[in-house]
């Protein structure tokens, strides 16, 4: 028998302006091709240290309970769930697109007893109109998403919303996953009880990773449950066990994705976030004067619309499917498409961390301009 022979495997080098994962700085780079060391090695639990006092700053809070989850954005929104809730308890999420709906569905496979108060994708909510579903009963946790993928819109008012989740007795989860290090998140200052986010977006690093931040009231809830957490994985006191203290052993981490992470949150705060904000939003003005020109108008209102992730509304009868396709084979420029309610109807375009260059935005631009005229 012949043995089979393979070649090498080299990826194409495409230019991420999706939704999801961005590029990498080159310096993001150069640590994720470091040797790998082991997950107790005193080099990497020093690593971790200097991850939760960046985390710190970039999250704006003090909590202790800041780590970073083996998984992605959806193990941090299913970990921040599972370990708040227990079968029985009322929850409250506030859905406005694709992933406040993904909210919805874990609470309901943790046993919680889910009510759902929504808005059409595109839009966001009031804050008197959040509040008249808080009254409605008591609920142990209210969960929103902060920047909504799906549909380039942010949700506004957060302080004075968590405010009254906390007046009417509701624990607040916020899914930050495209909002951290792209747009403000100030997660002491509102008051936010636990935050998660993802490794591949505004923060710039390979996906894998969830930072998680856990505040008083959280961490209390979740030391106070009648039954353990229902993921042994995903337990956030056997994560605290890992992080702080003894580091205890829990599971085997990645140390090539959070050397490759240490380096993105270095760059975050080098460059320093006020500074890191306003680079996001010149760039995508830029865009959205762009798409206007191209007849591909921004989806959201501006007074709401994403700077890191802008949906841009499609002219009737064009093969969505196929300009992307050549926008990829042909220039290897990564756009999406649209999900649920939006499949069709919009592109999502992301501006994230290293993705969120001028000339990204020209070459985009300028490679529409040449395939739809």
């Given amino acids: 028998m012949m043995q089979q022979t393979y ?7 495409r230019i991420l302006l999706g939704p999801g994962p961005s590029m990498l700085d080159p310096r993001v780079l150069q640590a994720l091709a470091q040797p790998p060391i082991g997950h107790l090695d ?17 999250f704006q809070t003090k909590n202790d ?20 809730l227990e079968p029985g308890d009322a929850v409250l999420v506030a859905s406005h697109g694709y992933f406040g709906e993904r909210l919805a569905d874990i609470a309901g496979r943790l046993g919680a007893l889910v009510d759902r108060i929504a808005r059409p994708w595109g839009q966001i909510f009031s804050i008197e109109e959040l509040e008249a579903a808080l009254k409605r009963k008591q609920y142990k946790v209210f969960a929103i ?21 906390h007046q009417w007795g509701a624990l607040v ?10 747009i403000e998140v100030r997660v002491d200052e509102w008051g936010v009880d636990l935050a998660y986010s993802a490794s591949q977006k505004c923060l710039g690093a390979p996906s894998g990773l969830a930072p998680i931040t856990v505040g008083p009231r959280a961490r209390k809830a979740i030391e106070r449950r009648q039954r353990p957490v229902s993921s042994f994985y995903l337990d956030f006191k056997l994560y605290a066990g890992y992080w702080n203290g ?26 320093g976030l006020e500074a890191r904000f306003s680079r996001h939003r010149e760039h995508a003005e830029a865009l959205w004067d762009g798409l206007g020109s191209l007849l591909l108008p921004p989806f959201i209102p501006k007074e709401f619309r994403l700077p890191v992730l802008t949906t841009a509304i499609l002219p009737g009868g064009l093969d969505e499917v196929a300009v992307r396709k050549r926008l990829l084979e042909e220039f290897d420029i990564e756009i999406a498409g649209g999900l649920g309610t939006l499949k069709g109807k919009v592109w999502r375009i992301g501006l994230m961390g290293y993705s969120s ?11 529409l301009r040449t395939l739809l005229y």
């Fill in 7 to 13: 070649t090498e495997l080299l990826p194409p080098r």
């Fill in 42 to 58: 005193p080099y990497l639990l020093k690593l971790y240290e200097e991850e939760q006092e960046l985390l710190r700053i970039i």
């Fill in 65 to 84: 309970w800041t780590f970073v989850l083996s998984g992605t954005g959806t193990a941090g929104m299913e970990a921040a769930l599972a370990n708040l």
């Fill in 145 to 165: 998403v902060h920047a909504e993928t799906s549909t380039g819109a942010e949700q506004l008012h957060m302080a004075e919303i968590v405010s009254k989740a």
């Fill in 173 to 182: 989860v916020l899914d930050t996953v495209t909002s951290l290090a792209g």
């Fill in 246 to 271: 003894n580091h205890s052993y829990h599971h085997t981490a990645p140390s090539g994705l959070h050397l490759a992470f240490r380096e993105a949150l270095r760059l975050a705060v080098e460059e």
């Fill in 357 to 367: 260059q001028r000339e990204n935005v020209s070459l985009l631009l300028e490679t």
